[in-house]
Nanobody
Framework: QVQFVESGGGLVQPGGSLRLSCAAS????????MGWYRQAPGKQRELVAT???????TYADSVKGRFTIARDNAKKMVYLQMNSLKPEDTAVYYC????????????WGKGTLVTVSL
């Protein structure tokens, strides 16, 4: 059974930092592209960052230079280090796994809320 345990969300002031973690189980982690997506109130879910099995990264333009995605295949973990947070980063952040070859094989976490506010 596929499971994600996301953690690290919370309330932070503008300019602050948070580190999100996602512990995955129930699938072959090493053959999946791992990513983080987010959904702000009233908006569609959007890509934040992904990291492929050969460590190629993709970032949304809005987070480039501020966010860093990392993965640990041995621990089946994916992380999102978020620095210089802005109020517009407020959203529910979702962990995502997509098979490297069969894109229809895709899994989602339940999300963790990040609120950037004074």
């Amino acid at each position: 059974q596929v499971q994600f345990v996301e953690s690290g969300g919370g309330l932070v002031q503008p300019g602050g930092s948070l580190r999100l973690s996602c512990a995955a189980s129930g699938f072959t982690f090493s053959v999946y592209t791992m990513g983080w997506y987010r959904q702000a109130p009233g908006k569609q879910r959007e890509l934040v960052a992904t990291r492929t099995t050969n460590d190629k990264t993709t970032y949304a333009d809005s987070v480039k230079g501020r966010f860093t995605i990392a993965r640990d295949n041995a621990k089946k973990m994916v992380y999102l280090q978020m620095n210089s947070l802005k109020p517009e980063d407020t959203a529910v952040y979702y962990c995502n796994a997509k098979h490297s070859y069969y894109s229809a094989l895709e899994y989602w976490g339940k999300g963790t809320l990040v609120t950037v506010s004074l």
